[in-house]
């Protein structure tokens, strides 16, 4: 798709839904002999996220797995919605549509592999890190140059935010308006 096409989907986005393992991460789960769980995000990616939702934008993550690691994380970067040891996430996401009263085509969601398929195929903006799984990538409209965890988050929401004109400002570019 062109990148005007992107942007005339983009500019109606609401709503962001992240995957974790692999889109915000690289997708390395760390373990120790105690039972600790390390991960690593990218700081660029969460700076774009409050960016977002500076923007007014709904922030969401669904992910199959369930962190203490995330939770702090979706803490610090005030993600409202954390839904985590997800098995359905069509489910979950149906329940986050009732509850905020948004549509499809003002969703975007990365997820980067088969059990995002679900998701990926309702929503008006699928998008993928560069290094998503090939089935993913399939259904995509924005495939991004970063991999997950290292700058996709950024590169989708800089993606957004321009189409809404609202980066350069909230980005620091130039002054208010």
């Not at 690593?40 to 409050?50: C, E, P, T």
């Not at 090939?134 to 590169?155: C, H, S, Y």
């Amino acid at each position: 798709m062109t990148d005007k096409g992107i942007g005339r989907i983009a500019e109606k986005v609401r709503v962001i839904i992240l995957d974790v393992d692999g889109v915000m991460t690289d997708g390395s789960i760390i373990l120790d002999n105690v039972g600790n769980e390390y991960k690593a995000f990218h700081v660029r990616d969460g700076h774009a996220v409050k960016l977002a939702s500076r923007a007014g934008i709904l922030l969401a993550l669904i992910t199959g797995r369930r962190s203490q690691v995330v939770e702090r994380r979706a803490q610090e970067l005030g993600i409202p919605e954390v839904h985590q040891g997800v098995h359905d996430k069509l489910a979950v996401y149906q329940g986050l549509k009732e509850l905020h009263g948004f549509s499809d085509h003002e969703v975007c969601y990365m997820g980067d592999d088969v059990v995002d398929l679900s998701l990926l195929q309702v929503v008006g903006l699928p998008a993928v890190p560069a290094d998503a799984d090939p089935e993913a990538r399939k259904v995509a409209l924005f495939v991004a140059r970063n991999r997950g965890g290292r700058g996709a988050v950024r590169e989708l929401v800089e993606v957004i935010l321009r189409a809404k004109g609202q980066w350069d400002t909230l980005a620091g570019l130039t002054g208010p308006s």
